[in-house]
């Protein structure tokens, strides 16, 4: 009796195994939408989404206060107001630094408002780190720099971060992406 309850939970098990095995592979077959990779697809995800917030020295633990976390465990005490972020960024590109390949800089193009936006963040912060986080995850404190070209922010501006290539490289890759979500083109609400 032992042995037919044995040989019974058993083949029921591998009933049910393959089973699911057969709708799962069914359901990759058909193609299961796990996000478009169209930024104008109302199944876009942004994805490396880079925000840049100012640190709080002593948390009052206020609605304005958040403690985020790195990818290494550490937390850090952040004003929830972005100085900076994704929406005006048009474009990344990534610069390796010199001597070591495996940590990277972010170059980033600004459209007009992010240029203001970096003008009041280079000028107030010009000798206190800023947060910088990717996906809502603190990646690494730096100092805004003040491009040396007229007193006026060009179009791209250098984030010295020294982060991981992998991160680097997704920015870059969804930086377009990301601004065409956050900035769709007025054009195509209307639909006469």
């Known amino acids: 009796m ?12 591998c009933v049910t195994m ?18 478009s990779d169209n930024p104008n697809s109302e199944n876009y995800e942004p994805r490396f989404v880079l925000a840049v917030f100012t640190v709080v020295e ?3 633990a206020s609605q304005m206060e958040k403690q985020i976390e790195s990818l290494d465990g550490r937390r850090i005490w952040i004003n929830t107001n972005q100085s900076f972020s994704s929406k005006n960024m048009k ?5 390796a630094r010199p001597g070591n390949p495996d940590i990277c800089d972010i170059q980033i193009k600004l459209d ?3 240029k203001t936006q970096w003008e009041v963040l280079a000028g107030r912060y010009r000798e206190t780190p800023v947060v910088l986080a990717v996906d809502g995850r603190y990646l690494a404190k730096f100092i805004p720099e003040w491009p040396d070209e007229d007193d006026q922010v060009s179009d791209w501006v250098t984030l010295r971060v020294g982060i991981d290539t992998y991160t680097a490289k997704g920015i870059a890759k969804y930086a377009k992406k990301n601004y065409y979500y956050y900035n769709p083109d007025s054009s195509k609400w209307w639909l006469f």
């Open 2 to 13: 032992k042995k037919f309850f044995l040989t019974l939970i058993s083949a029921i098990f």
């Open 18 to 35: 393959f089973t699911g095995c057969e709708e799962f592979n069914e359901a990759l077959k058909e193609g299961a939408d796990y996000g």
């Open 58 to 60: 002593y948390p009052r």
């Open 91 to 95: 474009n990344a590109r990534v610069i």
């Open 112 to 114: 007009r408002l992010g």
